[in-house]
C-alpha cells in the first residue's frame, strides 16, 4: 500500500497542543504516512481540520483545501458541519501522542477521566461526553516529562479518584489541573491531603453560580485552612454574564481575594457581547493583577473609561 500524504489543520492556532492531532499524527506516522501540518498551495491525500471552539475561524472559509479526503472534528463544529458526535477510533484514542508536533511545549498532556455528571446549563461537557468515567492511566500518555497538564473536566467525580490522584503523586510530576477541580468534591480532609502530597503546579477552581454560594464558599475556605495555599496556586474561575449580576460578580471576586486565590473571570457568549460591555470592563480589572490588587473596581472604571 502506498503512503500516504496527511496534513493537519489546527484552526484554534497553536498556542495550546491539539490532543487529537498529535494522536492522529502519531497513528499516521507509525503506518509509515507523511504528517505535517497543512500548507494551503500543497496536496494532500487526507486532512484532518480540528476546532475546538465554536468562534475559531473556519478553515473551508478561508482557503481552498486541496485533498482528496477532508475530516472534520471537536467541539467547535457541533451543530454546524457534523450533527453526530465524531470520536476518534479506539485504537488512535489511545496512541501516545505525538509531541514532536508541538516542539514548543515540553509537558505531556491528556485525560485520565472524561465527562461530568453536573449538567451545567453553560457546558457541553455532559452531552458530549457524559458522566465522569476513566478513559486512561497516566502512562498512557506521560513518560517522565517534569510537567502534566491534564485535561479532566471532573476528575474528583471518579469513583475510583484516590487511584488517579496516587498516579499523579507517584509520578513527582509537577501537575497543572488546567480544567479545573470541582471544589464542592474536596471538603474532605482525605482528599484534600492527598493533592496536598501532589507536586501541584497550579489548581483551578470554579465560582460558577451564586446559587451554589454556600457549598462553594465553605469549601474554598475549608480548603485554604487545611493548604494555606495562596494566589501562586491557586485560580478561581468567576463565570460572568450568565444568570447574575454585576455585584454578585463583585461578590465572587472578592471572596477568592479574601482566600487570597487569585479570581478569573470567565465570560459566558462574550463574542455576542458589544465591545463596551461591562463585563469586559469587569474582566480587565480582575484579570490584571496590577488592577485588581490596587484598585477598586468603580475607580479603574472611573479612571479607564473616562
Known amino acids: 500500500m502506498q503512503n500516504k500524504r496527511v496534513g493537519l489543520i489546527d484552526a484554534d492556532g497553536h498556542n495550546f497542543p491539539n490532543l487529537a492531532l498529535m494522536k492522529l499524527s502519531a497513528y499516521h506516522k ?28 473556519n478553515p473551508l472559509l478561508d482557503h481552498v483545501i486541496q485533498a482528496k ?17 465524531r470520536e476518534l477510533p479506539q ?3 489511545h496512541m501516545y501522542p505525538d509531541y514532536a508536533l508541538y516542539p514548543r511545549f515540553e509537558y505531556a498532556l491528556g485525560f485520565l477521566t472524561r465527562g461530568c455528571g453536573r449538567g451545567c446549563d453553560f457546558c457541553i461537557v455532559r452531552e458530549k461526553e457524559g458522566d465522569c468515567h476513566h478513559v486512561s492511566d497516566l502512562d498512557e500518555f506521560w ?20 487511584v488517579l490522584l496516587k498516579q499523579l503523586i507517584k509520578s513527582k510530576a509537577r501537575i497543572d489541573f488546567t480544567q479545573g477541580l470541582d471544589i464542592r468534591l474536596l471538603c474532605d480532609k482525605d482528599t484534600i491531603d492527598l493533592v496536598k502530597k501532589i507536586r501541584v503546579k497550579r489548581v483551578h477552581f470554579a465560582y460558577d453560580e451564586m446559587k451554589n ?25 468567576v463565570l460572568t454574564n450568565f444568570n447574575s ?3 454578585e460578580d463583585l461578590h465572587r471576586i472578592e471572596f477568592c481575594k479574601s ?7 470567565m465570560i459566558y457568549d462574550k463574542h455576542n457581547l458589544l465591545p463596551g460591555s461591562v463585563y469586559y470592563k469587569l474582566q480587565k480589572w480582575c484579570n490584571n493583577p496590577l488592577f485588581l490588587y490596587t484598585n477598586t473596581f468603580d475607580n479603574f472604571v472611573r479612571t479607564m473609561y473616562k
Request: net charge negative; with cysteine.
Open 30 to 57: 507509525d503506518i509509515g504516512d507523511s504528517v505535517e501540518f497543512v500548507n494551503y498551495w500543497d496536496t494532500y491525500d487526507k486532512v484532518y481540520i480540528s476546532k475546538v471552539f465554536s468562534f475559531s475561524p
Open 69 to 85: 479526503e477532508v475530516i472534520l472534528g471537536g467541539t467547535g463544529w457541533m451543530d454546524k458541519f457534523i450533527s453526530t458526535k
Open 91 to 93: 485504537d488512535i484514542e
Open 143 to 162: 513518560r517522565g516529562q517534569r510537567e502534566i497538564k491534564l485535561l479532566d473536566p471532573n476528575l474528583l467525580a471518579y469513583r475510583d479518584r484516590e
Open 213 to 237: 454560594s454556600g457549598i462553594i464558599e465553605a469549601c474554598l475556605s475549608n480548603f485554604k485552612k487545611h493548604t494555606n495555599w495562596g494566589r501562586n496556586k491557586v485560580s478561581v474561575y
Open 245 to 247: 449580576t454585576i455585584e
Open 259 to 265: 482566600l487570597d486565590f487569585t479570581p478569573y473571570v
